[in-house]
């Protein structure tokens, strides 16, 4: 029987047991966490009042800088069921000095991406993480010099002032905001990934963030825990078309089984299944025409038993086709996956009739 059907099963409680058990690294406060270069999409809008259904996609090469951190405070807390960046993050102390060191680091490989996304795995505009100076500093230094600036953050940290001061200091770059939503059903949210917000938080920041001009990245969690396949699926479609009016770029997730979360912990003991490439490509296809927003998906550890995989035989080519419509919009993209033949593709489609609802 799933833990999520006995009525004492509390996901918090577990979250936090887990955690307890996780002895962070030891990592130097100075040294940024990764960054690397990879192509991407802009948006370039002929003016103000353009609109997205109109806005040309231009390929183009993006920075990302991933900072180590205090770490998020909702991970520190407990933390969403299918993370593991809190295992990145520093377990001393942090200066300012030492997040600035690091973004100078980091910055010494930038070779004029017009894209540089700051990640810290957590909230950029959360000052426990990045003091506020340190915020503008790095915004500043990025402007003149990038033409997108993209970064993340929980909802509790949108509010119009800051914003507007990153807006400030990072001008004429455009501002784009990550978002993890992960789902729109404030069941899944607090059931399955223990997200500690509702849709209509996300529904507040993002509006917040869409007045002012800024693009929102709404992260899309693909088959949270105790969903089937068919919900997960259902509730990725669903989500996107509720979350539309607030989007300008949605990014699928397809769950990754990372070490020391709840997750793992269903997955060692044979309770979940990451989605099937198939699932995510249907995903794609169906939410493809509810939306004037881009639609993105690089599968991390796509392929492997802990990412998105369909087999071993056509993993590879379905991957292909779901990063090129990625970076296309394409949708012959997507029809060339449900084009192609394989075995398990009866397999998957036999779980879609036959797994028993979960009741989500
Ligand atoms: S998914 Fe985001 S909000 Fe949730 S614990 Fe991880 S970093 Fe924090
Ligand atoms: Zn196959």
Redo the contacts with the bound molecule.
Sequence with gaps: MPECANEKFDIDSSIRQIRSRMRPKRSSPTQYVAAWSEDDLIQEFADEKQDLATAKLVPVKAFVIILRTR?????LKS??S??G??NDSCSGEITGDDIMAQFNAAMQRYKDEAIVKIFN???FFDTQEIQREIQQKILRELSGKAKKVAL?T?VEFVNEKDLQEAIEAVKPAQLELGI?L?SANDAILEKS?N??MKFEDFVRAASTARRLGVLVKTYMLVKPPFLTEREAIEDAVESVRKASPYTTTFSFNPMNVQNFTFVEHLFHRGEYRPPYLWSVAEILRRAKPLTNARLQCDPTGGGSRRGAHNCAKCDDAVLADIRRFSLTQNAKALEGIMEIKCECKEEWKDKLEIEKFSGF
């Excluded at 770490?71 to 991970?75: D, I, K, R, V, Y």
């Design positions: 770490g998020c405070f909702w991970a933390g969403c299918m993370c960046y809190i795995s957590g909230s993340e929980r993890g992960e990934i997200k500690h």
